[in-house]
């Protein structure tokens, strides 16, 4: 590919991928750091189940809320932020694998040759990252779409009835081997820690990586057994929420709440409705003579309706001209569209049966027409 290049084309000597080195280590630092807070939180689940709740619902900015409960918003933009790191630094660690097998021949042809541990090292780094683009991603995109969904039950849950117990088995190992080396190799890249002795410095700065990969390896499998202890015993309600402390006191506080907001609710009503029937009862004391109520209700049959009855026509006395209306329309309707022919029959049969059949109600409409 190289023979492609055009000479006059080529860049005299670019900054660009020292910076891009830069950004790498950058965002690997902030990774690597991030990775050693997030196993210490998500390892107090071996304190026990009301130490999780307790972080989880710390993470959630719990204690910002008079009642307690947490807030699932502020763990999705955490999620967001680290997943945004983690593919940048994913996309500026391509650059650096070898992608091609002679590529591949050559890196471990040299480890071979030179038995260098660092060099050893950075091929663990390519090996853990690769595995890291899909184990990670999905474990990231798990918590970017589920926020809300951490705590001792749900988490254990997820790790035995959700079987991702092999998914953080595989990224447990990638991501300590990778957070710890990366971070030693930052150190060794960029002289942290260099002190007068560069080769002590060294010396001391690999055991350090290689206790503090053990120990974040062991936090993290012993977390990962809990959850399948946790996890097992819950099978049975797997997705039930956990009612810890935390929660029960945010719980409590929440309950209490509502409760006593429908106390003051009943309370109010109660006077309402006190004052509205001692109203009522003033008014009833108050009540209008009997000629001066609304003859609407009671009125007997043959009184008018008011105006504003939407009974059809054919009830009231000038019905009978309107009835015929009524009857006429549905003739002329039946003469005219057939498209709607059987509604209209319908319609039609309906006023054939009030003329013709139906004693009842007839009489009264009759009985007027013939008045
Ligand atoms: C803000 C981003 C992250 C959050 C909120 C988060 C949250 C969690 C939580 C709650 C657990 C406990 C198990 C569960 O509930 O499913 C867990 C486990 C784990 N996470 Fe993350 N995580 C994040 C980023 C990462 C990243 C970037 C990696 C590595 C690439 C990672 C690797 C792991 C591993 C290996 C475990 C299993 C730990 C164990 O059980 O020992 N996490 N994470």
Redesign the pocket.
């Known amino acids: 590919m190289e023979s492609y290049i055009i000479e006059e084309n080529k860049p005299k000597s670019s900054r660009l991928p020292a910076r891009l080195d830069l950004a790498q280590s950058g965002t690997g630092l902030i990774?690597g750091l991030?990775?050693w807070a997030?196993?210490l939180?998500?390892?107090s689940?071996v304190l026990g189940k009301d130490a999780f709740d307790f972080v989880?619902k710390t993470?959630e900015l719990s204690f910002l809320s008079d009642t307690g409960h947490g807030y699932p918003i502020a763990?999705f933009f955490?999620?967001s932020?680290?997943?945004t790191l983690?593919i940048i630094h994913a996309l500026l660690g391509v650059r650096k694998f070898p992608i091609s097998w002679r590529q591949h021949r050559v890196i471990r042809d040299q480890m071979q040759m030179m038995k260098h541990t660092d060099t050893n090292l950075w091929y663990i780094q390519v090996v853990t990252g690769f595995i890291?683009f899909f184990?990670?991603s999905v474990?990231?995109y798990?918590?970017l779409v589920n926020?809300g969904?951490?705590d001792p039950f749900?988490?254990?849950d997820?790790?035995v009835s959700?079987n991702?117990w092999f998914l953080?088995f595989v990224?447990?190992i990638?991501?300590?081997l990778?957070?710890s080396i990366g971070l030693y190799r930052l150190c060794m890249k960029w002289g942290w820690f260099k002190g007068k002795d560069a080769r002590h410095s060294r010396k001391k700065l690999k055991t350090l990586k290689n206790r503090l990969m053990i120990f974040f390896l062991g936090?993290?499998?012993?977390?990962?057994l809990m959850?399948i202890v946790i996890g097992w015993g819950h099978r049975q309600n797997a997705g039930e929420r956990y009612q810890g402390t935390a929660y029960r006191q945010s719980h409590a506080a929440t309950a209490e709440a509502p409760a006593a907001s429908a106390a003051e609710e009943m309370e109010k009503t109660a006077d309402e409705t006190g004052a509205a029937s001692h109203g009522a009862d003033m008014q009833e004391t108050a009540a209008p003579p009997a000629d001066q109520a609304p003859a609407h209700d009671d009125a007997p049959a043959d009184t008018p309706a008011p105006a504003d009855d939407t009974e059809p026509v054919h009830d009231t006395a000038p019905a009978a001209g309107a009835a015929s209306e009524h009857d006429t329309e549905a003739v002329q309707d039946a003469g005219t569209s057939d498209a709607a022919g059987p509604a209209q029959a319908d319609s039609r049969t309906e006023a054939d049966t009030h003329d013709q059949g139906s004693d009842a109600h007839e009489p009264t409409h009759s009985a007027q027409e013939t008045q």
């Open positions: 990774l991030f990775m997030h196993m939180l998500v390892g689940i989880a993470m763990v955490a999620v932020g680290v997943f983690f890291m184990f990670g474990h990231l798990t918590m926020p969904s951490i749900l988490s254990a997820r790790v959700g991702y953080y990224l447990l990638s991501v300590e990778h957070a936090l993290g499998f012993l977390a990962l959850f």
